[in-house]
């Protein structure tokens, strides 16, 4: 049985595409399951957990097509390298980027990739001036790969324990 991926865009190494439930559940699992790679991001799952937070990815296809959490695979290899996310920020009107890679694809310049590419995507597909990224204060990498593609620091959230840092990329006019 051959899977046509449904492609979001497309980088110079990667293909992000909407998650298959049938395909992805080991994957998605080895990503939100790892306490190294969920350290900033939120509290790892197990299995059943990540099961079940995939499905509600792949519903929220249905209702913003142009949204949602997503599968980056290497385009030479096919190989599962992580996520890449453009999501609503709970609590909020407010849309966010994000992406969390698998341990072995740490360090590969993967996440400026996205990020860079993920603006593009955004702003051609809706009528948005702005986008936010939030990260942990440790997250020194995450934060060095924001500032890099021109993002700014826009303040604090507060999210359950955690003091969060928000920053923001304006579509330049």
Same mark, same amino acid.
């Given at each position: 049985?051959?899977?046509?991926?449904?492609?979001?865009?497309?980088?110079?190494?990667?293909?992000?595409?909407?998650?298959?439930?049938?395909?992805?559940?080991?994957?998605?699992?080895?990503?939100?399951?790892?306490?190294?790679?969920?350290?900033?991001?939120?509290?790892?799952?197990?299995?059943?957990?990540?099961?079940?937070?995939?499905?509600?990815?792949?519903?929220?296809?249905?209702?913003?097509?142009?949204?949602?959490?997503?599968?980056?695979?290497?385009?030479?290899?096919?190989?599962?390298?992580?996520?890449?996310?453009?999501?609503?920020?709970?609590? @909020?009107?407010?849309?966010? #980027?994000?992406?969390? *890679?698998?341990?072995?694809?740490?360090? =590969?310049?993967?996440?400026? /990739? &996205?990020?860079?590419?993920?603006?593009?995507?955004?702003?051609?597909?809706?009528?948005?001036?702005?986008?936010?990224?939030?990260?942990?204060?440790?997250?020194?990498? @995450?934060?060095?790969?924001? #500032?890099?593609?021109? *993002?700014?620091?826009?303040?604090?959230? =507060?999210?359950?324990?955690? /003091? &969060?840092?928000?920053?923001?990329?304006?579509?330049?006019?």
């Amino acid at each position: 049985m051959t899977i046509k991926h449904h492609i979001i865009f497309e980088t110079e190494r990667l293909i992000v595409r909407q998650y298959e439930f049938e395909t992805d559940t080991e994957n998605f699992y080895l990503l939100n399951g790892d306490d190294d790679v969920m350290r900033y991001i939120r509290a790892t799952k197990s299995k059943e957990e990540c099961d079940v937070f995939l499905k509600k990815a792949i519903e929220s296809y249905k209702i913003n097509p142009l949204m949602g959490r997503w599968a980056a695979d290497e385009k030479v290899t096919g190989k599962f390298v992580g996520s890449f996310a453009i999501i609503p920020i709970e609590g @909020s009107e407010d849309i966010q #980027l994000g992406y969390a *890679f698998l341990k072995e694809n740490w360090g =590969k310049g993967f996440a400026s /990739e &996205l990020t860079k590419a993920g603006l593009d995507y955004y702003f051609k597909n809706t009528n948005a001036d702005h986008i936010y990224a939030i990260a942990e204060e440790g997250n020194i990498a @995450s934060h060095k790969v924001l #500032l890099k593609n021109s *993002f700014v620091p826009d303040g604090t959230k =507060k999210e359950d324990d955690k /003091e &969060l840092l928000k920053f923001i990329y304006r579509k330049p006019v």
